[in-house]
């Protein structure tokens, strides 16, 4: 194969210098956090509060809203365990980060414990909840 860019236009190949200094970053921090992150801690806050308002609640509908919010947080479980996952697939190709790769598993799978438990909660409410004697 041959290159036809011409020998003349080989300044406008040439790359800008990296500067060391780039504006908005001093290398001593991670930054702002993804917005993956946000989003699940205010999915996991969100479901926490509900089922702690459930709990108090005494009602006759008690059973099915505890349920539903031991739906919600299997889901929510499930997606942060997920989304652990991948951080800690990101995180371990850096060979620096070992020890970040690890928490994020540890916190992963605790996660994943979590969803299970929750799902399993889930599925006996509602059998519970639909029991008529």
């Known amino acids: 194969m041959t290159d036809r860019r011409s020998r003349i236009e080989s300044q406008w190949d ?5 500067d060391a200094d780039e504006p908005g970053r001093d290398g001593t921090g991670r930054g702002m956090p993804s917005p993956g992150v946000i989003f699940l801690a205010i999915a996991v ?4 509060v509900y089922t702690v308002f459930v709990i108090s609640v005494r009602d006759s509908s008690q059973i099915p809203l505890m349920a539903s919010g031991a739906v919600v947080l299997a889901i929510v479980f499930g997606a942060t365990a997920a989304y652990s996952l991948r951080a800690t697939l990101r995180a371990g190709q850096v060979p620096s980060e070992g020890g970040r790769a690890l928490l994020i598993a540890f916190v992963g799978g605790l996660a994943a414990i979590a969803a299970a438990g929750f799902a399993a909660v889930a599925i006996v409410l509602f059998q519970i909840g639909s029991w008529k004697p």
């Open 45 to 48: 806050i969100g479901s926490i």
């Open 14 to 18: 040439e790359r800008a210098p990296i």
